[in-house]
């Protein structure tokens, strides 16, 4: 006699170890980011990379850390703008992203160059749209196992 308990269980596979999941998800966010900087770069006009493959991964690694540590402040002492703007403000903060990430970049010998506002604006709505596209696509939500 099957439970509804047994069909649940061989319903669903068993979920990954949470450390492999965690690392399986922040290469994933690497990959999606590299190939999101590297469209940013072929269609936008005046955003350039001219490296590697190896060197979009290492783009791709400074875009992360520049998001993860200098974007909260900036979100921190623009949360009125932002509120007024309903968010659109954000744009601006992702081109802004965009322009400390190529002056980072440049610093460490990363051949990756903004050419200035305009660019990066259109680069970060690229990047943006581009990476929550794919991160939908191949990123898997979290789910509950209760």
């Not at 979009?56 to 520049?66: A, D, I, K």
């Not at 002492?77 to 990430?101: R, Y």
């Not at 970060?124 to 794919?134: G, K, R």
Request: charged content about 10%; proline content about 7%; overall charge neutral.
């Amino acid at each position: 006699m099957v439970t509804p308990h047994d069909v649940r269980s061989t319903a669903l596979p068993p979920a990954p170890p949470r450390v492999h999941r965690d690392a399986m998800h922040v290469l994933l966010r690497l990959l999606i980011n590299a190939f999101a900087l590297w469209c940013a770069a072929q269609f936008v006009d005046g955003i350039r990379y001219t490296g590697s493959t190896t060197g979009l991964l290492g783009l791709s690694l400074v875009f992360g850390v520049m998001n993860a540590f200098i974007r909260p402040v900036l979100q921190f002492f623009s949360l009125p703008v932002l509120i007024l703007t309903l968010g659109l403000f954000a744009l601006v903060l992702n081109a802004a992203m965009l322009l400390i990430t190529s002056a980072v970049a440049t610093r460490l010998d990363i051949p990756f160059h903004v050419d200035g506002f305009g660019p990066a604006l259109v680069g970060a709505l690229l990047v943006s749209i581009v990476a929550t596209v794919l991160g939908w696509m191949l990123i898997p939500r979290e789910r509950d196992d209760d």
